[in-house]
């Protein structure tokens, strides 16, 4: 289990790797070993258990190595920018089912057409290669986590509350996009991620977007399992 850990208090971003079967903390790599005043968003680990770390505050990408115990800076460039407002770079970050690419979704709206793309494609093989996918509707809303679940992306939508589904038969050149509700037919903004389990979809009710404002958050935490067949 890959972990991303902030500490707000003395501004520490480090990864922790976990056993499964233990519930033993096997390992922490500190960001700051990557490059200085990076931050960890989210993870997604290949089939060769590398795993790729998306940084909000940074251009950047990381890949760790549990093996090796390391951690460095993987892809470093502008389009993986924050956004108009400066609050949001990479956020959710997938690798494809196929290995061939990393994807990144940045969270906040283009405000005009000079900003920084919403939804990035990193070659695995040449992470010097980035282009912007080209969605179809235009993606909307705060894309927040995102996972593969047969051949398809999903994309929590934390302000909206709902989750979108992306197909592409372009290797992920372009893709289509049909959108959902997070949970039972009804949004639930706050909502921040989604994870595949035993061939479902689940969503989890996090309430972040009130901590990174400095609000409470409002509990109960929960999680709903997403009905796929919604997005027909």
Do not use: H
Request: aromatic share 8%; glycine share 8%; net charge negative.
């Amino acid at each position: 289990l890959w972990v991303c850990a902030e500490r707000l208090a003395d501004d520490t971003s480090e990864i922790w790797v976990f056993d499964l079967a233990s519930g033993e903390r096997d390992l922490v790599l500190n960001l700051a070993d990557a490059a200085a005043g990076s931050t960890c968003n989210d993870i997604d680990v290949d089939v060769d258990g590398l795993a790729y770390v998306s940084d909000s505050s940074n251009p950047r990408v990381y890949r760790a190595d549990a093996a090796a115990e390391t951690v460095a800076v993987w892809a470093d460039d502008p389009l993986l920018s924050p956004n108009d407002s400066g609050l949001f770079g990479g956020n959710g970050i997938a690798v494809t089912e196929d290995g061939n690419y990393v994807i990144v979704s940045k969270t906040g709206p283009k405000a005009n057409p000079e900003a920084p793309p919403r939804l990035l494609r990193i070659a695995l093989d040449d992470p010097g290669s980035i282009d912007e996918i080209v969605t179809t509707p235009a993606i909307d809303g705060f894309a927040d986590g995102m996972s593969f679940l047969d051949g398809q992306l999903y994309i929590a939508k934390v302000g909206f509350g709902n989750v979108s589904r992306l197909t592409s038969d372009d290797d992920w050149a372009t893709a289509s996009i049909a959108t959902a509700p997070a949970g039972s037919g009804t949004p639930v903004p706050g909502t921040s991620t989604v994870r595949p389990a035993e061939g479902q979809l689940y969503a989890i009710y996090s309430d972040i977007t009130k901590v990174l404002t400095g609000l409470d958050p409002v509990p109960p935490f929960r999680i709903f399992k997403v009905d796929l067949d919604s997005f027909e």
